[in-house]
Nanobody, 123 residues
């Protein structure tokens, strides 16, 4: 499976962005799909995950209520709607797939990764 992220950019604090993760070379139907982010000098951080088969989701407290992950089964794509963005949300955002049946937040349980898309939130 190949993953390509898009939708990143520069936005002011309080603004919104919608990231997309398009899959090719395989279906996402057997996977959980997650979003992670990594800022310079910081560890990779879990942002959101979704179980493809029935859409259950998982979020850390840092983004709960602001970010929403969703999927489009026809398009074989996953989206991350990010609202009320803060400067601390600035990072490169990656989507990834996991063979786990649950929407895991552990990046070590993900095996295919995209190249990432930069999100910059100005204050």
């Amino acid at each position: 499976v190949q993953l390509v992220e898009s939708g990143g950019g520069l936005v002011q604090a309080g603004g919104s962005l919608r990231l997309s993760c398009a899959a090719s070379g395989g279906t996402l139907s057997s996977y959980a799909v997650g979003w992670f982010r990594q800022a310079p000098g910081k560890e990779r951080e879990f942002v959101a995950a979704i179980r493809w088969s029935e859409g259950s989701t998982n979020y850390p407290d840092s983004v709960k209520g602001r970010f929403t992950i969703s999927r489009d089964t026809a398009a074989n794509a996953v989206y991350l709607q990010m609202n009320s963005l803060k400067p601390e949300d600035t990072a490169v955002y990656y989507c990834a797939t996991s063979p786990r049946w649950y929407p895991t937040g552990r990046w070590t349980e993900y095996d295919y990764w995209g190249q990432g898309t930069q999100v910059t939130v100005s204050s």
